[in-house]
């Protein structure tokens, strides 16, 4: 079992930035990807962003330019640095691991963008 605890959301204004944080509770290689999903009230739930050893970091189409993911393997930690944030991106925030056999999910972290 691997429990994800996200941490970092809260309230900001449009053209702020976040770091988000996500450590897992052991240690996770760096072969099995790790990255973020975020869910906004009334849509599903969608990618930001993932990275994986083998193939670097992915993103969604409207986060490009503007998050940046990365990770601390020693921490057990991926991040999601998020610059120049909008109202649109307003949503819940969760964390994940796609291990064999099981995709483990955090509890999630509010991002609220808002003047």
């Known amino acids: 079992q691997v429990q994800l605890v996200e941490s970092g959301g809260g309230l900001v204004q449009p053209g702020e930035s976040l770091r988000l944080s996500c450590t897992a509770s052991r240690i996770i290689s760096s072969a099995y990807p790790m990255g973020w999903y975020r869910q906004a009230p009334g849509k599903q739930r969608e990618l930001v962003a993932f990275i994986s050893r083998s193939g670097g970091p992915n993103y969604g189409d409207s986060v490009k330019g503007r998050f940046t993911i990365s990770r601390d393997n020693a921490k057990n930690t991926v991040y999601l640095q998020m610059n120049s944030l909008k109202p649109e991106d307003t949503a819940v925030y969760y964390c994940?691991?796609?291990?064999?056999?099981?995709?483990?999910w955090g509890q999630g972290t509010q991002v609220t963008v808002s003047s």
């Open positions: 994940n691991a796609d291990m064999p056999g099981k995709t483990y």
